[in-house]
């Protein structure tokens, strides 16, 4: 089993992004960073469908995948052209609200703050046309369908754990060492 963490975009080499890596392997976690560089909004209609082929081959069944932004996108891209994964992980996904998951699935967790207007953003371009057909404002409303199979935690109001406001806010390291073991705790019954 390993974890594939698929970034968002606008991400460079020294992002806080990367930070939730180390937590992972302390957790005993294998994973995996596919960096597929540096990503404009206007490329992801045209560069999204080519990470997804290029992802494709290394995912076997059992994986999980974990994704912020747009990274959530792709993991769903990737779920829908058939990836065995066994668990996902949303992060501020720049996804729409409600979709559907396939039967082989057995959960989703889904992060997210109504502080994130990059997600709204995101919503509204994909109105336009302009980007991903899966773009969405999931990183600030979370998962509004019924499948039981999806846990919402609002990482804004989350008893017990630091306040995230903002897109990214969830990977501030005082933040996210907080929020780092407590995702990963999520994962360890798969593994």
């Known amino acids: 089993m ?15 992004v990367r930070g939730l890596l ?30 997804v082929g290029a992802l494709t081959p290394y995912i076997q069944p059992g994986d999980i995948g974990v994704g912020h932004s747009n990274g959530c996108a792709i993991l769903y891209d990737l779920l829908q052209a058939g990836a065995p994964f066994s ?8 996804l729409e609200t409600n979709f559907l998951l396939p039967p082989s699935l057995k ?9 994130d207007d990059i997600t709204e953003a995101a919503a509204i371009a994909q109105r336009l046309g302009w980007v991903d057909k899966n773009w969405g404002e999931l990183g600030h409303s979370g998962y509004t369908g019924k499948d039981p199979r999806v846990t ?8 017990d754990m630091p306040v995230v406001s903002g897109h990214s806010d969830f990977f501030s390291p ?11 705790k999520r994962l360890m019954p798969l593994s």
Do not use: R
């Not at 594939?4 to 460079?12: A, D, R």
């Not at 919402?152 to 008893?159: D, E, H, Q, R």
């Not at 005082?174 to 990963?184: I, R, S």
């Open 2 to 16: 390993t974890v594939h963490f698929v970034h968002g975009i606008l991400t460079e080499p020294t992002s806080p």
């Open 22 to 51: 180390p937590y992972l392997v302390e957790a005993g976690l294998p994973a995996a960073y596919p960096d597929y560089g540096y990503e404009l909004v206007v490329e992801v209609k045209t560069v999204n469908p080519m990470i």
């Open 87 to 94: 668990k996902l992980v949303f992060i501020n996904g720049a």
């Open 107 to 115: 959960s989703l967790d889904v992060y997210w703050n109504v502080g």
């Open 152 to 159: 919402n935690f609002n990482c804004g109001a989350t008893t």
């Open 174 to 184: 005082l933040k996210l060492a907080q929020w780092a073991p407590f995702l990963a």
